[in-house]
Protein backbone atom coordinates (compact mmCIF):
# COMPACT_ATOMS: atom_id res chain seq x y z
CA UNK A 1 0.00 0.00 0.00
CA UNK A 2 3.59 2.35 0.79
CA UNK A 3 2.21 5.59 2.29
CA UNK A 4 -0.32 3.16 4.49
CA UNK A 5 2.23 0.77 5.11
CA UNK A 6 4.41 3.83 6.08
CA UNK A 7 2.37 5.98 7.64
CA UNK A 8 0.79 2.15 10.26
CA UNK A 9 3.68 1.58 10.79
CA UNK A 10 5.34 4.96 12.11
CA UNK A 11 2.21 5.56 14.24
CA UNK A 12 1.92 1.74 15.36
CA UNK A 13 -1.55 1.07 14.06
CA UNK A 14 -3.30 -1.64 12.17
CA UNK A 15 -2.65 -1.14 8.84
CA UNK A 16 -5.81 -2.30 7.84
CA UNK A 17 -7.63 -0.44 10.28
CA UNK A 18 -5.58 2.91 9.08
CA UNK A 19 -7.05 1.77 5.36
CA UNK A 20 -10.63 2.11 6.85
CA UNK A 21 -10.31 4.73 8.38
CA UNK A 22 -8.29 6.63 5.74
CA UNK A 23 -11.15 5.18 3.18
CA UNK A 24 -14.02 6.56 5.15
CA UNK A 25 -13.17 10.13 5.15
CA UNK A 26 -12.85 9.45 1.17
CA UNK A 27 -16.83 9.35 1.27
CA UNK A 28 -16.62 13.03 1.63
CA UNK A 29 -15.63 14.15 -1.51
CA UNK A 30 -17.83 11.59 -2.96
CA UNK A 31 -21.29 12.80 -1.56
CA UNK A 32 -19.97 16.36 -2.40
CA UNK A 33 -19.59 15.66 -5.63
CA UNK A 34 -22.84 13.21 -5.89
CA UNK A 35 -24.48 16.00 -4.63
CA UNK A 36 -22.98 19.25 -6.83
CA UNK A 37 -22.84 17.16 -9.95
CA UNK A 38 -24.71 14.36 -10.32
CA UNK A 39 -28.06 15.27 -7.87
CA UNK A 40 -31.58 15.78 -9.88
CA UNK A 41 -29.84 13.64 -12.50
CA UNK A 42 -31.19 11.18 -13.87
CA UNK A 43 -32.00 8.32 -11.55
CA UNK A 44 -29.90 5.52 -13.59
CA UNK A 45 -26.64 8.16 -13.54
CA UNK A 46 -26.86 7.94 -9.62
CA UNK A 47 -27.61 4.56 -9.49
CA UNK A 48 -24.42 3.44 -11.48
CA UNK A 49 -22.33 6.13 -9.56
CA UNK A 50 -23.38 4.76 -6.07
CA UNK A 51 -22.34 0.99 -7.00
CA UNK A 52 -19.65 1.54 -8.78
CA UNK A 53 -18.65 4.14 -5.63
CA UNK A 54 -19.42 1.61 -3.07
CA UNK A 55 -17.59 -1.54 -5.35
CA UNK A 56 -14.90 0.75 -5.32
CA UNK A 57 -14.51 1.69 -1.70
CA UNK A 58 -15.06 -1.50 -0.42
CA UNK A 59 -12.52 -3.17 -2.81
CA UNK A 60 -10.14 -0.43 -1.98
CA UNK A 61 -10.38 -1.61 2.06
CA UNK A 62 -11.30 -5.37 1.87
CA UNK A 63 -9.75 -6.44 -2.15
CA UNK A 64 -11.54 -6.89 -5.06
CA UNK A 65 -11.44 -10.68 -5.24
CA UNK A 66 -13.30 -10.79 -1.54
CA UNK A 67 -15.45 -8.37 -2.37
CA UNK A 68 -16.76 -9.23 -5.86
CA UNK A 69 -17.05 -12.56 -4.97
CA UNK A 70 -17.81 -13.18 -1.52
CA UNK A 71 -20.37 -10.30 -1.40
CA UNK A 72 -21.68 -9.27 -4.91
CA UNK A 73 -22.67 -12.92 -5.57
CA UNK A 74 -24.99 -13.24 -2.80
CA UNK A 75 -26.94 -9.88 -3.62
CA UNK A 76 -27.54 -11.06 -7.03
CA UNK A 77 -28.76 -14.38 -5.51
CA UNK A 78 -31.14 -12.91 -3.56
CA UNK A 79 -32.50 -10.95 -6.09
CA UNK A 80 -32.71 -13.56 -8.54
CA UNK A 81 -34.62 -15.57 -5.68
CA UNK A 82 -37.04 -12.19 -4.70
CA UNK A 83 -37.35 -12.29 -8.40
CA UNK A 84 -38.90 -15.67 -9.26
CA UNK A 85 -40.44 -16.60 -5.74
CA UNK A 86 -41.73 -13.18 -5.20
CA UNK A 87 -41.46 -10.97 -1.65
CA UNK A 88 -43.56 -12.75 0.76
CA UNK A 89 -42.90 -13.09 4.57
CA UNK A 90 -41.74 -17.34 4.02
CA UNK A 91 -39.21 -15.78 1.39
CA UNK A 92 -37.89 -13.34 3.69
CA UNK A 93 -37.34 -15.84 6.38
CA UNK A 94 -35.54 -18.60 4.03
CA UNK A 95 -33.58 -15.59 2.90
CA UNK A 96 -32.57 -14.18 6.41
CA UNK A 97 -31.71 -17.66 7.81
CA UNK A 98 -29.72 -18.50 4.84
CA UNK A 99 -27.62 -15.17 4.73
CA UNK A 100 -26.89 -15.53 8.14
CA UNK A 101 -26.02 -18.94 7.55
CA UNK A 102 -23.43 -17.76 4.85
CA UNK A 103 -22.39 -14.77 7.21
CA UNK A 104 -21.41 -16.70 10.25
CA UNK A 105 -19.68 -19.69 8.33
CA UNK A 106 -17.61 -17.04 6.32
CA UNK A 107 -16.68 -16.03 9.70
CA UNK A 108 -15.32 -19.02 10.78
CA UNK A 109 -13.72 -19.47 7.80
CA UNK A 110 -12.39 -16.37 7.64
CA UNK A 111 -11.45 -15.28 11.03
CA UNK A 112 -7.91 -15.39 13.34
CA UNK A 113 -6.93 -14.96 16.99
CA UNK A 114 -7.69 -11.38 17.21
CA UNK A 115 -9.86 -8.45 15.58
CA UNK A 116 -9.90 -8.57 11.68
CA UNK A 117 -11.08 -6.39 9.45
CA UNK A 118 -11.97 -8.18 6.18
CA UNK A 119 -14.39 -8.53 3.90
CA UNK A 120 -17.19 -9.73 6.00
CA UNK A 121 -17.09 -6.09 8.00
CA UNK A 122 -19.05 -4.76 5.12
CA UNK A 123 -20.86 -8.18 4.20
CA UNK A 124 -22.26 -8.07 7.36
CA UNK A 125 -23.38 -4.22 6.91
CA UNK A 126 -25.06 -5.85 3.77
CA UNK A 127 -26.70 -8.24 5.19
CA UNK A 128 -28.59 -6.00 7.80
CA UNK A 129 -29.36 -3.55 4.44
CA UNK A 130 -30.16 -6.66 2.42
CA UNK A 131 -32.50 -8.61 4.80
CA UNK A 132 -34.39 -5.05 5.86
CA UNK A 133 -34.84 -4.60 1.90
CA UNK A 134 -36.33 -8.41 1.82
CA UNK A 135 -38.42 -7.31 4.83
CA UNK A 136 -39.44 -4.07 3.54
CA UNK A 137 -40.65 -5.30 -0.26
CA UNK A 138 -42.99 -8.17 1.81
CA UNK A 139 -44.11 -5.48 4.04
CA UNK A 140 -45.17 -3.60 0.81
CA UNK A 141 -46.84 -6.32 -0.58
CA UNK A 142 -49.73 -6.65 2.43
CA UNK A 143 -53.22 -5.73 2.02
CA UNK A 144 -53.36 -2.00 3.25
CA UNK A 145 -55.74 -2.90 5.88
CA UNK A 146 -53.26 -5.32 7.39
CA UNK A 147 -49.94 -2.63 7.22
CA UNK A 148 -48.82 -1.83 10.42
CA UNK A 149 -48.20 2.10 10.68
CA UNK A 150 -44.36 1.35 9.79
CA UNK A 151 -45.31 -1.17 7.13
CA UNK A 152 -47.23 1.05 5.29
CA UNK A 153 -44.12 4.22 5.38
CA UNK A 154 -41.23 1.69 5.11
CA UNK A 155 -43.23 -0.64 2.74
CA UNK A 156 -42.04 -1.24 -1.09
CA UNK A 157 -44.56 -1.46 -2.84
CA UNK A 158 -42.95 -2.11 -6.35
CA UNK A 159 -40.39 -4.70 -6.97
CA UNK A 160 -36.74 -2.83 -7.92
CA UNK A 161 -35.47 -3.54 -10.58
CA UNK A 162 -31.68 -4.36 -10.50
CA UNK A 163 -30.01 -1.44 -10.82
CA UNK A 164 -31.93 0.18 -8.11
CA UNK A 165 -31.44 -2.95 -5.76
CA UNK A 166 -27.54 -3.14 -6.19
CA UNK A 167 -27.75 1.03 -5.69
CA UNK A 168 -29.54 0.25 -2.12
CA UNK A 169 -27.29 -2.67 -1.66
CA UNK A 170 -23.78 -0.83 -2.47
CA UNK A 171 -25.37 2.21 -0.93
CA UNK A 172 -21.67 3.87 -0.96
CA UNK A 173 -22.34 6.39 2.20
CA UNK A 174 -22.90 3.12 4.52
CA UNK A 175 -21.49 0.48 2.74
CA UNK A 176 -18.02 0.14 5.12
CA UNK A 177 -19.52 0.41 8.64
CA UNK A 178 -22.89 1.70 7.92
CA UNK A 179 -25.67 2.66 9.47
CA UNK A 180 -28.26 1.13 7.47
CA UNK A 181 -30.96 2.99 5.71
CA UNK A 182 -34.42 2.00 5.08
CA UNK A 183 -35.03 0.61 1.42
CA UNK A 184 -37.71 3.13 0.80
CA UNK A 185 -35.58 6.35 1.39
CA UNK A 186 -32.91 5.13 -0.06
CA UNK A 187 -34.79 4.44 -3.42
CA UNK A 188 -37.00 7.85 -3.08
CA UNK A 189 -33.93 10.02 -2.62
CA UNK A 190 -32.70 9.29 -5.75
CA UNK A 191 -35.79 8.92 -8.13
Not at 165 to 174: E, H, I
Request: charge should be negative; aromatic fraction near 16%.
Amino acid sequence: MGFISDLAASTGQNEQGLLLIVTLFSVFPLVLFHRFALYRTSPTVQHVYGIVAGIALTCTVFGWFDMLVYAMTPSLVIYAVLFIAGPSSVVSAVIFFTLLTYLLYCYMIFSSEGYDINWTTAFCIMFLRITSAVMDLADGQLPEEKQSRDQKTYGVKRFPNLLEWLGFVWFYPAILVGPTVSTVLCVTAIS
